[in-house]
């Protein structure tokens, strides 16, 4: 079994809808954390569609792998784990 490629899924009101200036940082909705990138999309999409009323309200995907293996080649951080 492959090592999981974890990622972040969150969000919260930004300044300008283009860009990830959160507004306040100690309310931001934290979704979860994924074992692969199908996962937090699909968590991602979820969250980003609750809200879509909401016009700057944005949802972003961390990969949090690629933070805590910067080193790792680039291949590792590209596969995605679709199971």
Do not use: C, Y
């Not at 949802?59 to 784990?81: C, G, K, S, T, Y």
């Amino acid at each position: 079994m492959d090592k999981p490629l974890l990622h972040l899924v969150f969000g919260g009101e930004v300044t300008d809808p283009q860009g990830t200036d959160f507004v306040d940082i100690d309310n931001l909705e934290v979704v979860g954390f994924f074992p692969n990138h199908q996962a937090a999309l699909q968590a991602w999409r979820g969250a980003s569609q609750a809200h879509v009323d909401e016009a700057n309200t944005k949802f972003v995907i961390v990969h949090l792998h690629r933070l805590l293996d910067p080193d790792h080649p680039q291949e590792f951080h590209e596969r995605r784990n679709e199971s």
